[in-house]
């Protein structure tokens, strides 16, 4: 059974940074496309950072370009979201997904989902 763990959300002041980090265990982590997701209160879960099994192709929600970094360490089948420059708008709950697709962007195109980490960014 596929798990996806998610940590290093929490509170952080406007400007300031974080990195979101996802173990995934129970599959084979080289051959998934990774994804970060986020839902803030009332709105829908919306696409924010993927890359792809081979790590050549990252791919962002315009909100977060230039700001966001995902990355993948096949060895210790984690993937990162670095968050920098963030602000009260970024504050959500932040799922990462695993696809077995080789990139993917839309939600129906992830196989496993973590339960969340939430990150609130105050102003």
């Known amino acids: 059974q596929v798990q996806l763990v998610e940590s290093g959300g929490g509170l952080v002041q406007a400007g300031g940074s974080l990195r979101l980090s996802c173990a995934v265990s129970?599959?084979?982590?080289?051959?998934?496309?990774l994804g970060w997701f986020r839902q803030a209160p009332g709105e829908r879960r919306a696409f924010v950072a993927t890359?792809?099994?081979?790590?050549?192709?990252?791919i962002y929600e315009e909100a977060v370009k230039g700001r966001s970094t995902i990355s993948r360490d096949n060895a210790k089948e984690t993937v990162y979201l670095q968050m920098n420059s963030l602000e009260p708008e970024d504050t959500a709950v932040y799922y990462c997904?695993?696809?077995?697709?080789?990139?993917?962007?839309?939600?129906?195109?992830?196989?496993?989902w973590g339960q969340g980490t939430q990150v609130t960014v105050s102003s």
């Open positions: 129970g599959g084979t982590f080289s051959s998934y496309a």
């Open positions: 890359i792809s099994v081979s790590g050549r192709t990252t």
């Open positions: 997904a695993a696809s077995t697709r080789t990139v993917a962007i839309r939600s129906e195109e992830y196989d496993y």
